[in-house]
C-alpha cells in the first residue's frame, strides 16, 4: 500500500523557490496519478498540480501556472514539486496524494491517499 510523505516546505521570503518531495514509504509510486494540494487556514483544499504516472501528462492550477514545475522519478518512487517566483498567498500546508491510475485526475475527491503535508510560509 501507497503511504506517502511530504519534505522541503519551509519559510522564505517572497520572490524565493522551494522544492517540495512527495514520497511512498511503501508500494511504489508508479502506476499512480500523483497531484499536490494546498490548503490555507481558513480556505478550501485547492488543486495545484498533477502528473500522470509516466510523467507524459501535467497539470496546474491557474494560480501557479507559469512558477510552478511537477515532475517525478519513479527509478526514486520520488514526485517533485519546483515552486519558484514564491507569492504570501503560496502561503498554505502542501498535501501530496496518489491514486491508482493511468489517467490524469484533478479533484480532490479523486485522490483515495494523502500525505499529512508540509508547511509552506512565504513571507513579505
Known amino acids: 500500500q501507497v503511504q506517502l510523505g511530504e519534505s522541503g516546505g519551509g519559510l522564505v521570503q517572497a520572490g524565493d523557490s522551494l522544492r517540495l518531495v512527495c514520497t511512498s514509504s511503501?508500494?511504489?509510486?508508479?502506476?499512480?496519478?500523483v497531484g499536490w494540494f494546498r490548503q490555507a487556514p481558513g480556505k478550501e483544499r485547492e488543486f495545484v498540480s498533477a502528473?500522470?504516472?509516466?510523467?507524459?501528462?501535467?497539470r496546474y492550477g491557474d494560480s501557479v501556472r507559469g512558477r510552478f514545475s511537477i515532475s517525478r522519478d519513479n527509478t526514486k518512487n520520488m514526485v517533485y514539486l519546483q515552486m519558484n517566483s514564491l507569492k504570501v498567498e503560496d502561503t498554505a500546508m502542501y498535501y501530496c496524494?496518489?491514486?491508482?491510475?493511468?489517467?490524469?485526475?484533478?479533484?480532490?475527491?479523486?485522490?483515495?491517499?494523502w500525505g499529512q503535508g508540509t508547511q509552506v510560509t512565504v513571507s513579505s
Open positions: 496524494a496518489a491514486r491508482r491510475t493511468v489517467t490524469m485526475q484533478t479533484r480532490t475527491s479523486d485522490f483515495r491517499i
Open positions: 511503501g508500494e511504489t509510486l508508479s502506476g499512480h496519478t
Open positions: 502528473i500522470t504516472w509516466s510523467g507524459a501528462l501535467q
